[in-house]
């Protein structure tokens, strides 16, 4: 499976952007996918995730803010992101797990809020 990211940039607080994720490869494999992020010197944070049946995760820190979704073809996920704070500025990640629990990472995507 590989994943491409894609959205980031450059957006003043309360601003939003909307990150997209496009798998190919295996992806009927594909379960769950998600966005994980990782700000400078700090370690990489989950952001939100949802599994191929909709189940929605997201950190006490996105919640109402933030909302995952995923494609049609399911092959794609979405991260809609309102009300920017400066704090989500960080490299956004996308990742999917297949059904043998197996991970893979696209590269990441820059998201600068400034204030």
């Known amino acids: 499976v590989q994943l491409q990211a894609s959205g980031g940039g450059l957006v003043q607080a309360g601003g939003s952007l909307r990150l997209s994720c496009a798998a190919s490869?295996?992806?009927?494999?594909?379960?769950?996918m998600g966005w994980y992020r990782q700000a400078p010197g700090k370690e990489r944070d989950l952001v939100a995730t949802i599994t191929s049946s909709g189940i929605t995760v997201y950190a006490d820190s996105v919640k109402g803010r933030f909302t995952i979704s995923r494609g049609n073809a399911k092959n794609t996920v979405f991260l809609q992101m309102n009300s920017l704070k400066p704090e989500d500025t960080a490299v956004y990640y996308c990742?999917?797990?297949?059904?043998?629990?197996?991970?893979?990472w696209g590269q990441g995507t820059q998201v600068t809020v400034s204030s």
């Open positions: 990742k999917s797990r297949d059904i043998w629990l197996q991970d893979y």
């Open positions: 490869g295996s992806t009927f494999s594909i379960n769950a």
